[in-house]
């Protein structure tokens, strides 16, 4: 069982915006402001798209935002493509040199 | 451009030790920027922190693992070490190593670059 809890499944159509929860607690995600998100097709490794909350490393657009708001962080993907339906885990820094990840949101663009 | 290369062997009994070593090219080990760790998805499942270790050597572990996991670091080959030791079927996982950037006053905590993963199965 994951200490992050993330929906199952999101969908949206091209164009439109999806968001993808991440629930935590006070020791992790409500605690640090190390909250990163990443994004993995089948079969490849995961890709790091947001970090610290808000910072998009280069090369990542700008239709991808993070924010958060006590315990729970969110990943927020507008201008939704087709290249953007893969897996997003999210993941915070939990104290005691550990890190702890979310079970996963399968995303599908209809 | 840094990269990441996990080695080790495929296939594994019960019991035995998983042995895994990531090779990191373009850039140092050394570095007091980063951590080091390594990550596990079993077949169809979502991803688990096992451990991150400093070019120094010291390392912390996932307290779900508790003492079965070891990681060492070699500065001269820049490269660094998983062992799992009595592995069981619910090992069975694709395994990643991954740098971990530091934070203010925290220890690693993005992982910023990643291996391309290693599938490892336990089986009879």
């Known amino acids: 069982q994951s200490a992050l809890t993330q929906p199952r499944s999101v969908s949206g159509s091209p164009g439109q915006s999806v968001t993808i929860s991440c629930a935590g607690a006070?020791?992790?995600?409500?605690?640090?402001?190390?909250v990163s998100w990443y994004q993995q097709y089948p079969g490849r490794a995961p890709r790091l798209i947001i970090y610290?909350?808000?910072k998009r490393p280069s090369g990542v657009p700008d239709r991808f935002s993070g924010s958060k708001s006590g315990n729970t962080a969110s990943l927020t993907i507008s201008g939704l493509q087709a290249e953007d339906e893969a897996d997003y885990y999210c993941?915070?820094?939990?104290?005691?040199?550990?890190?702890?990840f979310g079970g996963g949101t399968k995303l599908t663009v209809l | 451009q840094l990269q990441l290369q996990e080695s080790g062997p495929g296939l594994l009994k019960p019991s035995e030790t998983l042995s895994l070593t990531c090779i990191v090219s373009?850039?140092?080990?050394?570095?007091?920027?980063?951590?080091w760790g390594w990550i596990r998805q079993p077949p169809g499942k979502g991803l688990e922190w096992i451990t991150s270790?400093?070019?120094?050597?010291?390392?912390y572990n996932n307290p779900s693992l508790g003492s079965r996991v070891t990681t060492s670091v070699d500065t001269s080959k820049n490269q660094f070490s998983l062992k799992l030791n009595s592995v069981t079927a619910a090992d069975t996982a694709v395994f990643y190593c991954?740098?971990?950037?530091?934070?203010?006053?925290?220890?690693?905590?993005?992982?910023?670059?990643w291996g391309q993963g290693a599938l490892v199965t336990v089986s009879s």
């Open positions: 991954a740098r971990l950037a530091r934070g203010t006053a925290v220890p690693g905590v993005t992982l910023d670059f």
């Open positions: 993941c915070s820094y939990a104290g005691n040199y550990m890190v702890t």
């Open positions: 270790i400093y070019y120094t050597g010291k390392s």
């Open positions: 006070n020791r992790d995600v409500g605690s640090y402001n190390y």
């Open positions: 373009g850039g140092s080990i050394s570095s007091s920027s980063y951590y």
């Open positions: 610290d909350v808000i």
